[in-house]
């Protein structure tokens, strides 16, 4: 029986992909492994194939034609055999000791006839030159070591947002919801975060950096100057996700999860905001004006609500002094963590 599915979109990774599929296989045979060779015109395929006659217990490589990365993770979910799923970029590292604690806990669970929806861990940045530069954990909102329900967790701080680096979810809630992630659209990560937790009842936090997350690289899709150029498709997934559920949807969920998925939501059109005014172009304003119309025409009072919300008013201060304020305070924020 395999515990945990981890799925490695790769695009072109053969400069360091080995690094994070070596940081993997420390799981053992209990992990399954799925490379997903996304259209690769690099050495990418060969590698993933020489990984998979090395290992053939643990990993699998699926050659795809290129769909982007949430192809490479629709396919990932489409073949996984573990219990619970999580996506791994190939220039990411998992640490062994926290993998070997998750996996521990995986089984332990399992054992006991018990399935959590969600496993929440923490994760670290690192930088080319040296690792955990940055590190972000989530004990002041939940208790490790156990098995919570979300009335069991503490209201989330504002600025305490999930990653994908620190998710695990239940494989069969992903595919029972169905979730289908666009194909050829960057940050569709967002959506992965955010429309598959109201389905979670069980949540477990594990106190341990599993993730390494690598920053810095030019090429990155998180880099500001790429960002702006896939500004489009930033400003679409955010209106996916303010629009995935209807304020009275959200109200129904326990208080907690509530308020974080407000928080969420306000955090990434805050983020979007400040991008489409750093960008500064008459089509970027546009933008935003058509994200927040988007989001009023689905649900007035959830448009309302996110107006309201302490992180909503920052991201429409008006004029251009408003701007000014907003884009400040994102930049020294992506400053702080090295970005």
């Not at 289908?180 to 975060?193: A, C, G, Q, R, V």
Request: charged residues 20%; hydrophobic residues 35%; aromatic residues 10%.
């Amino acid at each position: 029986m395999k515990l945990l599915t981890v799925t490695v979109p790769c695009y072109n990774s053969a400069a360091y992909m080995e690094r994070c599929v070596n940081s993997l296989l420390p799981g053992g045979d209990e992990m399954d492994i799925i490379i997903i060779d996304d259209g690769s015109t690099d050495e990418t395929g060969a590698i993933a194939d020489r990984y998979a006659a090395l290992y053939p217990d643990s990993v699998r490589v699926i050659h795809q034609p290129n769909g982007g990365h949430g192809e490479g993770i629709n396919q990932g979910l489409a073949h996984a055999q573990g219990i619970y799923f999580k996506v791994v970029d190939s220039d990411d590292r998992l640490n062994p000791q926290a993998l070997s604690k998750l996996m521990d806990v995986l089984s332990r669970h399992t054992g006991e006839g018990e399935q959590i929806d969600l496993i929440v861990n923490n994760y670290v940045y690192d930088q080319a030159d040296r690792e955990t530069v940055f590190s972000v954990n989530y004990r002041v909102c939940m208790a490790p070591g156990r098995v919570l329900g979300w009335e069991d967790v503490r209201r989330f701080p504002l600025h305490k947002q999930f990653m994908i680096h620190s998710l695990i979810y239940r494989t069969q809630l992903l595919r029972d919801i169905p979730l289908s992630l666009p194909k050829h659209t960057f940050y569709e990560d967002n959506l992965y975060i955010y429309e598959p937790l109201p389905y979670t009842r069980s949540v477990y936090y594990l106190d341990e950096p599993l993730y390494g997350y690598m920053i810095g690289r030019e090429d990155q899709s998180i880099a500001e100057k790429n960002i702006l150029r896939r500004l489009n498709q930033l400003s679409h997934i955010t209106e996916q996700v303010a629009t995935s559920y209807t304020l009275s949807a959200l109200k129904a969920l326990p208080k907690s999860l509530c308020d974080y998925m407000l928080n969420s939501c306000a955090g990434m059109l805050l983020t979007a905001s400040a991008l489409q005014y750093i960008k500064g172009t008459e089509e970027s304003f546009a933008m935003n004006r058509h994200m927040w119309q988007t989001i009023r025409d689905f649900d007035e009072a959830l448009y309302l609500k996110l107006r309201r919300n302490p992180l909503g008013r920052v991201s429409a201060l008006p004029g251009k002094a408003g701007r000014r304020t907003l884009v400040g305070g994102y930049r020294f924020v992506r400053k702080m963590i090295h970005f």
